[in-house]
């Protein structure tokens, strides 16, 4: 009776199994619940304050202040760099870290601590917001809004008393609001001599730490303790206006002023090899000091000429006579495409005699590297007449007002309250026409017109040319149009065209007194216009 009562049991218990998995797949394939609705699509703005919190936990400082502007770009920058940064960053601090170190074992009568691992992990921080100041000071201040939650591996092993210990910062959590300062700005790259760092409040420092393979920061109360102690060591160290000075570079040699002028004479060159495949080349020389960050100064063009004569002067201003050199390259103009190189060479200027008038004879070379056998080829010779003359001490500060904003004074006959504006037109790069190239600039300010000399089959003219306007009133809140036109070089069927054109606010030359600057031509591929403008009261 009993097994009967088993059989019959579990046969029961087989079916009843078989015959509800059946019908529990069946309603759930084929069972529509009738209570479900598509969920409610509403804009933002008509979200209650709970709502809008639970989407969005954390609003970023640019939705909230107005001033602090998005800075995703700089996010995908870090994201990309940091396997990169990761490494410099921390091979940086094991540098500043030593002589600390060094100086605390003594203290403490430690044997060693070294760095078993050192690494900012795989996360990098994110900016939600910047904030620019603008000062009257040469500086520039920024103020970001920095939040990094890191999976950093720090592992340091401490040496004392025949025993080893190992320190482990893991899960490393920091929220800050730095200021960051470069100044002063200087016209030398970067163009900034120091970096200074300080905090605008109390950072928020979270991380798990390991002594011997167990979480310290488990202990109660000591994770509160440890935080309280770190955010105030920091406040005194960097909280604001305590600062971390970073220095960057000498500002007294980022700032170097001029201390004499080298004059260049560009007489002739001879023998040179020509680069066309029709006819003769066409060179002209450039010439330019290292570590200026000036245009070169260029000569005219002699076309069809492998023997040309320049007889054509410059002045150059000289900053350190010591480490400066004369850079001289010849090359080959050219209506279409690339102007060809077709030698070059330097004059170290500490090899000069100062007010001696030295003429030189140089062959031309491909580069200046000593090894390369393509330099054992002819090119051709230079020959120039170069005179280094420092300035006197009573006569420094006139001489090196070419580096400066002093300008001269206006006349005698100026109208009180007003001034002379001048303009010069120094020189255009990589202009071109469809049909002819043959420059000229034309000047609009005030219902006045003026114009520079046109020079024929040139795509660099050079023009040194000065045009002045009297004014009763500074032109504060004027602009200056000023075009770049060719015209053909006989009658034909073309016309003139428009190479190009640029609009000067004129406050800038009011407020700096001086200002001269290559400006980019609108309407022009890779046109510039170099433009100085005075105002002279």
Not at 60 to 74: A, E, S
Not at 204 to 219: P, T
Request: hydrophobic share 40%; aromatic share 8%; net charge neutral.
């Amino acid at each position: 009776m009993g097994f009967f009562s088993f059989l019959l049991g579990f046969w029961g218990f087989g079916v009843g199994i078989s015959f509800g998995l059946v019908i529990g797949y069946f309603l759930f394939i084929y069972y529509q619940p009738n209570d479900v609705k598509d969920p409610i699509i509403r804009p933002l703005v008509e979200q209650d304050s709970k709502s809008l919190e639970r989407m969005l936990p954390e609003i970023p400082l640019w939705v909230k202040n107005p001033d602090f502007d998005r800075v995703d770009w700089l996010n995908k920058f870090l994201e990309h760099m940091w396997p990169y940064l990761d490494k410099a960053i921390c091979k940086t601090a094991k540098q500043i870290a030593k002589p600390i170190i060094a100086e605390q074992i003594v203290k403490y009568k430690i044997e060693s601590v070294e760095f078993e691992s050192l690494t900012l992990g795989s996360l990098p921080p994110t900016f939600h917001g910047m904030k620019v100041y603008s000062t009257d000071e040469k500086e520039l201040i920024m103020e970001l809004s920095l939040k990094w939650a890191g999976n950093p591996n720090v592992v340091v092993a401490v040496k004392a008393f025949g025993l080893k210990a190992t320190v482990q910062v893991v899960d490393l959590q920091v929220f800050a609001l730095p200021r960051i300062t470069l100044k002063p700005l200087v016209p030398s790259f970067p163009c900034f001599a120091k970096i200074l760092v300080s905090l605008m409040e109390k950072p928020h420092v979270d991380f798990g730490l390991k002594l011997l393979g167990a979480d310290v920061m488990s202990i109660p109360g000591l994770y509160r303790l440890v935080q309280e102690i770190i955010k105030d060591q920091v406040a005194k160290m960097y909280l604001w206006p305590r600062t971390l000075e970073i220095p960057i570079m000498d500002p007294t040699k980022a700032m170097r002023r001029p201390v004499g002028i080298l004059h260049v004479k560009i007489i002739r060159a001879t023998k040179l090899k020509k680069k066309d495949l029709l006819g003769k080349s066409d060179p002209y020389v450039k010439l330019k000091l290292t570590e200026d960050k000036l245009p070169a100064k260029k000569t005219t063009v002699k076309h069809s000429n492998l023997n040309p004569e320049w007889n054509e002067e410059f002045n150059l201003v000289v900053k350190d006579p010591e480490s400066q050199a004369l850079e001289i390259a010849v090359y080959d103009w050219d209506q279409v495409g690339r102007h060809e190189k077709m030698g070059m060479n330097v004059i170290p200027l500490k090899d000069l005699t100062p007010d001696e008038p030295k003429i030189l004879t140089l062959d031309l070379l491909k580069n200046m590297d000593p090894n390369d056998s393509q330099n054992e080829k002819s090119r051709g010779q230079i020959v120039l007449e170069v005179t280094y003359k420092p300035f006197k001490e009573e006569n420094l500060a006139k001489e090196f007002s070419e580096d400066t904003n002093a300008v001269e004074k206006a006349p005698e006959n100026t109208p009180s309250g007003g001034g002379l504006l001048v303009v010069t037109v120094h020189e255009a790069q990589d202009v071109e026409g469809k049909h002819h190239t043959n420059p000229y600039v034309r000047i609009l300010f005030r219902g006045e017109e003026r114009k520079t000399k046109h020079i024929k089959k040139n795509r660099d003219p050079r023009w040194e040319e000065e045009f002045q306007f009297m004014l009763e009133e500074p032109p504060i809140n004027d602009r200056m149009h000023i075009e770049v036109i060719s015209r053909p070089s006989s009658i034909g069927i073309h016309s003139k065209e428009t190479l190009g054109y640029i609009d000067i606010n004129l406050a800038d030359a009011v407020n700096n007194k001086r200002i001269n600057e290559k400006y980019h031509l609108i309407d022009s591929k890779n046109g510039k216009l170099q433009i100085e403008l005075q105002w002279r009261t």
